[in-house]
């Protein structure tokens, strides 16, 4: 990741927030996001009709479905996100929120959707990764989350993510380093 991505992300999560109308350490939804933009989302399930009159057999959809968590597909002048709608809604807001990152940093498709693993690919995967989690929980969030001193499955919920994806933001958005620092402050 380039110099200074983290804290670019970090300033897009709370901008789009103060634009949805959302506090910086608010919930914020990955579907109501890709609205913001207009970038239409379909689930897997709405494909399987299709699917099945073309022969696709249900053991390749399961492949698929363990393979594939979401994608972008060129829409129109713009990009629509294919997502996989069977598995857990807080995965689903990590893919989808994976996705929208690739929109919004303007990633090309042709870059994205190569099977070949190249250096400029993997870049543009660290980032949408990255932005991906920041929008989900950004640093404010995050820091909300151990001043309240929720625990792992109350934030978790809070914020629609998983326990994981909770533990990693505290951690690499530097707040439980901002935290510690803070209460060994107040203790004086
Ligand atoms: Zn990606």
Do not use: W
Request: glycine share 10%; net charge positive.
């Amino acid at each position: 990741m380039q110099r200074g991505f983290k804290s670019y992300a970090e300033g897009l999560a709370v901008e789009v927030r103060r634009e949805m109308g959302i506090p910086a350490h608010g919930r914020l939804c990955a579907f109501e996001l890709t609205k913001f933009p207009g970038i239409p989302t379909l689930g897997f399930s709405k494909l399987i009709p299709a699917a099945k009159e073309f022969g696709v057999t249900a053991g390749q959809l399961k492949a698929l479905e363990k393979e594939v968590h979401g994608l972008c597909i060129p829409f129109g002048p713009g990009r629509a996100i294919l997502y996989n709608d069977n598995n857990l809604p807080a995965r689903q807001q990590s893919d989808v929120a994976h996705e929208a990152s690739h929109v919004l940093l303007r990633h090309p498709l042709a870059d994205i959707v190569s099977g070949a693993v190249t250096q400029r690919s993997k870049e543009l995967e660290d980032e949408a990764a990255h932005l991906g989690g920041t929008l989900l929980l950004p640093l404010p969030a995050a820091l909300h989350v151990l001043a309240q001193g929720m625990s792992l499955g109350a934030a978790a919920e809070e914020y629609g993510i998983s326990t994981e994806m909770v533990t990693y933001r505290c951690n690499v958005s530097g707040a439980r380093l901002i935290h510690g620092r803070r209460r060994s402050a107040a203790r004086g």
